[in-house]
């Protein structure tokens, strides 16, 4: 069953504001990851959290992690066209016997010129 | 630069064909995997190889195979495609557990 679930599905906002994913998982993990999928592409990794981490910062992105609820964030600061995407959470869960990363469904994220 | 090589992009093949999906990697890679993505279902896991001719069961194994024979190399073979298995199929794979996973381009199969 799946790992992570995204939230929202999805998201329609104008360029220049910020945008606000979340996830949220069932077990316990290693670290998080956040992907990003262009329509009909493969994914790219975009950032890292490890389970000791809170707060994560990479040029306009910020994650945040929150081990006790089993949750974390993306915030893209002032987003641009070229920032609409699909946008995936992973988790490399700690109980598993061997090394899958899950992924969640994923948040849509438009982003309207 | 990481390379993750899926074969074909598209494909289209008939109902009870075998149909393989190759996937190469470049970076000497231990862990590597296959998912499939159907809107609004995300990614799910089919198999996933932690070293050669090693293989572990996905979420959704069923009616798929694997084959790792040579470390740069993982393919998912559908003994039986049925419709139902009409997908984008992604190919990744990463150094080892903990890090950071490449995906390939992707394949999409249309069973008719």
């Known amino acids: 069953s799946q790992q992570g679930e995204e939230d929202p599905q999805a998201l329609s906002i104008q360029e220049g504001e910020n945008a606000t994913m979340n996830c949220s998982y069932k077990?316990?993990?290693?670290?998080l990851q956040w992907y990003r999928q262009n329509s009909g592409r493969g994914l790219v990794h975009l950032i890292l959290?490890?389970?000791?981490?809170r707060e994560k910062h990479s040029g306009r992105l910020r994650v945040t992690l929150d081990t006790s609820k089993k949750s974390s964030s993306l915030l893209i600061t002032a987003s641009r066209a070229a920032d609409t995407a699909s946008y995936f959470c992973?988790?490399?869960?700690?109980?598993?016997?061997?090394?899958?990363?899950?992924f969640g469904t994923g948040t849509r994220l438009q982003v309207f010129p | 630069d990481v390379k993750v090589t899926q074969s074909s992009r598209y494909l289209v093949k008939r109902t009870g064909e075998k149909v393989f999906l190759e996937c190469v990697q470049d970076?000497?890679?231990?862990?590597m995997f296959w998912y499939r993505q159907d809107p609004g279902l995300g990614l799910r896991l089919i198999y996933f190889s932690y070293d050669v001719k090693m293989k572990e069961k996905g979420d959704i194994p069923e009616g798929y195979s694997v084959s790792r024979e040579k470390k740069e190399r993982f393919s998912l073979i559908l003994e039986s495609a049925s419709t139902n298995q009409t997908s984008m199929y992604l190919c990744?794979?990463?150094?080892?557990?903990?890090?950071?996973?490449?995906f390939g381009e992707g394949s999409w199969l249309t069973v008719v």
């Open positions: 992973a988790t490399d869960g700690r109980s598993y016997n061997t090394d899958k990363l899950i």
């Open positions: 970076m000497d890679h231990e862990n």
């Open positions: 077990t316990s993990i290693n670290n």
């Open positions: 959290i490890r389970s000791n981490e």
């Open positions: 990744a794979s990463r150094v080892s557990s903990g890090n950071t996973i490449y």
